[in-house]
Each structure stands twice: as C-alpha cells, then as structure tokens.
C-alpha cells in the first residue's frame, strides 16, 4: 500500500495538511529530509539515552545523516535497532573505530583518476562521477569519504572535464553514471548530459547507478523516464540489500523503469546482520526477479573505514552462494565479488565445483554433492585464434590500428604473446638477477 498509516503519521508530523500529492512528491521528500537526530526521534517517536546520543552526535558529525521520510517509514519503531533499514540508513557509534586494515580510499579510484569526475580502471570503460550527493547516505557507503559534499555539485564546466576525457580515448566504448546518486542532478542536466554523451561515436552503452528505487522511489517519474528513453540503449543499476525494501512504491518505480525499456540489474553488498542469511537473501532475489530486476554482483563489504562491523567473512558470502546455484533460477542468482583493495578490481569468489582433473577427464561435483566426471575431446586442435589473428580480422573487420593487445593472465593465455609469467615490480629474486647481471 502507498500512503500507508506509518507513512502518514510521519507526512503528518512534518506537516499538518500533507497529503499523498506531496508525499509521492519527490522534492518534498528531499526537503523534509532527516538530517539531525532529534528529527529521527520526533518522526519515528523513539528516544535515545543521553549517552548514545553524544556518540551518535560525534558520529554525525564525521559522516553525515540522511534519510527521507519514506524510506524511514520502512523502519519497525517497535524493535528499530535490530530493524535491516534502520542499520543501513541510521549510524552506529562503531563507525568512528578506523581498523588498520581500513583505507580512506579503499578501490584506489582517487588514483585511477586521470581528470576530476573519472574513475579509468577498466580497458573499455569508465566511472563517471556526476555528484557527490545522495536522497539517503547509506552507511556502508564505499564513498563515504565524498558522500555528503555539499561542495561538490558539478557544473557543466565540470562535467565537461570528464565528457571530453571520454571523447578522446577511443577505447572507452561503456560509461558508468555514479555518485553520489546522478537522479539528484535536475532533470535538464541529466538530459543534457546523457545528450552529449551518447554524441560520442565510440560509447556503445552508457549505464547508471542509482539507489533511488529503494529509498525515493518518487524521483522514477513519468518526466525523468521520457527524458531516459532518448538515449538508449542505457542500462540501470539499482542496489537493493534487503527483501523489506521491496514495497508498493519501489515495484511502481521499477515497472516504470522496466516498461521504458531499460535492462535492470541490482547490486547487492553483502552486510552482517542486514542480509547475511541464505534465505533472507534468496528471498530478496526472488522478489527482484519477479519484479522484471536482473541480480548482478553481490559484493563483500569494502574495506572503507568505519565499516568493519558490517564486514563479513568471505566464507559466509560462499556459504549463500552454496545455498543459491542449483537451488534456485541462474538468472537469480548474481555474481559473487570482491573489490580488490588498490584498485585490482571486480575478483568472482565462487564455490569450487572442479575436484580434480587429467589429460583426458575432469571431475566435477554439482549443487547436491554428487561428484561426476567430464571426459575430455580425444582429438581437439585450438586454432591460433588470438585477438588480432587473421580469423578475427576476417570475421570482425578490425580497422588498421584498433587491434587490441592482450593484459594479465589473457597475456599468458595468449598463442601469438611470447610472454611467460608476469612479476611484480619489486620482485627480490629478479631485482637480484638484475643487480648481478650489472
């Protein structure tokens, strides 16, 4: 139900005569935000004790407090601390513990930034930074160390540093809209933005990450869906944690989304006591799938700081991935990751499946335990089919000069690469054979 009782005794504290017109009104919901810890007190009508209020006021202070009024309508007032919305949204006085294992940057995206705005980890694709602003400021925020920066809302000089970045590498073929949240950005700078985007002859895709559907469903209008369906074809992420976050209103935003012809995926970070629970999380899964929402990436919880109570073992990640395949669709089921500290990027962690394997068999066990094996081709001749072979450039077309050369462990893979191991920088055994050499 939209506009349900909970939802209306907060509307009605806020303002007397609210109505559901401005309750479903997005930039209502923004102005009422909840910023301060009294406010959070008056609309839930809860109380903390003087000594959790200077903690969290300490808290507050180092990582800003934003929720809107919808989204804290999804708390249960009767038993909130334990509540899986009120964990994400409300901060803990366990943020301010920064563990040595901590970074400030966590994924190195600070280094990887050739100009301001750009994240370029990736060969083909980027991270374009578009705010630093968000409707909510989730806690497990890998951002944490922008999120918030009233400062920086992007003019379009600003953005113009990135746009042309991007028109001059031609290898970047897919952009990553990020923040912050790029629906808080008007609808005419997202129109334009999209519009000079997509002018790019090399972009093939563009893609965007938003929170918006699970905690300001309202901002999914009719008005901001034309404006998207311009510029296809574009992809949108959302970041769905918990099956309670699913409501009336986020299955309204996202069938609007859906039926403007946008694939959506969902990325999900796996967070202790919120959602790290088999069946918590399949059932998440279901209720996305059903709601015409493609699960994508689960991810470990990031080494950013103040975060270390969300953490959990990467074994409880393959534990939920154990009770997923076999158990449910495949294409419910996302991708298992961790984002490697320093920037090494998106790393699958997955159950392992091989036992063992030889010349001419592999063994395998499926989801149930039962083991089998493969028996490999007798006779099987690779063709030296590498990515700038004569095959390729046969089938492709590859113009003169785009070939692409092979990187990492493609490297070694590669037939027609004459590389044979790939060694760090500071290896002491070659940086020894070096020194005696001469």
């Not at 901001?224 to 769905?240: A, D, E, G, M, R």
């Not at 796996?270 to 699960?295: G, Q, T, Y």
Request: aromatic share 8%; net charge negative; proline share 6%.
């Amino acid at each position: 139900m939209i506009y349900n009782n909970r939802q209306q005794t907060i509307a009605h504290k806020i303002e007397t005569e609210a109505q559901l017109s401005k309750w479903k009104d997005w930039r209502w919901q923004l102005r009422h935000s909840i910023k301060t810890l009294e406010k959070f007190e008056e609309l839930l009508g809860v109380k903390f004790d003087e000594n959790e209020r200077e903690n969290l006021k300490e808290t507050f202070d180092k990582f800003p407090l934003s929720i809107t009024p919808y989204y804290l309508s999804l708390i249960n007032k009767k038993d909130f601390k334990n509540d899986p919305v009120f964990k994400q949204s409300f901060g803990q006085v366990e943020e301010l513990i920064t563990l040595k294992s901590e970074l400030e940057d966590p994924l190195s995206e600070d280094s990887d930034s050739p100009v301001e705005g750009i994240t370029h980890r990736y060969p083909d694709r980027v991270l374009f930074h578009v705010s630093n602003i968000c409707s909510m400021y989730c806690r497990h925020c890998t951002r944490k160390r922008k999120v918030g920066d009233i400062d920086y809302v992007p003019s379009k000089e600003q953005l113009q540093k990135g746009l042309d970045y991007i028109a001059g590498n031609p290898h970047v073929r897919d952009v990553l809209l990020s923040g912050g949240d790029p629906f808080m950005l008007p609808d005419e700078k997202i129109d334009w933005l999209l519009s000079e985007i997509t002018k790019i002859p090399h972009v093939e895709i563009v893609r965007i990450g938003t929170r918006m559907p699970v905690v300001l469903p309202y901002r999914i209008t009719d008005k901001l869906v034309s404006i998207l369906k311009k510029y296809q074809p574009l992809w949108i992420n959302t970041h769905f944690n918990h099956p309670k976050e699913i409501t009336a209103s986020s299955k309204e935003a996202l069938a609007k989304l859906a039926d403007g012809g946008f694939p959506l995926g969902n990325q999900s970070v796996l967070l202790a006591d919120v959602n790290d629970c088999p069946r918590i999380m399949k059932s998440l899964l279901h209720k996305l799938v059903e709601n015409r929402v493609r699960p994508y990436y689960l991810y470990q919880c990031d080494l950013s700081e103040g975060l270390s109570h969300f953490r959990t073992p990467i074994g409880k990640g393959i534990e939920i991935m154990e009770s997923l395949i076999g158990h449910t669709s495949g294409f419910a089921r996302p991708t298992y990751v961790v984002d490697a500290p320093g920037g090494g990027g998106k790393i699958p962690v997955m159950p392992n499946y091989i036992i063992s394997w030889s010349t001419n068999k592999v063994v395998l066990r499926n989801y149930e335990g039962v083991i089998t094996t493969y028996k490999e081709p007798d006779s099987y001749e690779a063709k030296l089919c590498d990515r700038n072979c004569e095959n390729c450039n046969l089938d492709l077309k590859i113009e003169e000069g785009a070939e692409e050369d092979a990187i990492g462990i493609e490297k070694l893979l590669s037939d027609t690469d004459d590389a044979i191991s790939l060694i760090p920088e500071d290896n002491e055994r070659m940086i020894r054979r070096e020194e005696d050499a001469g």
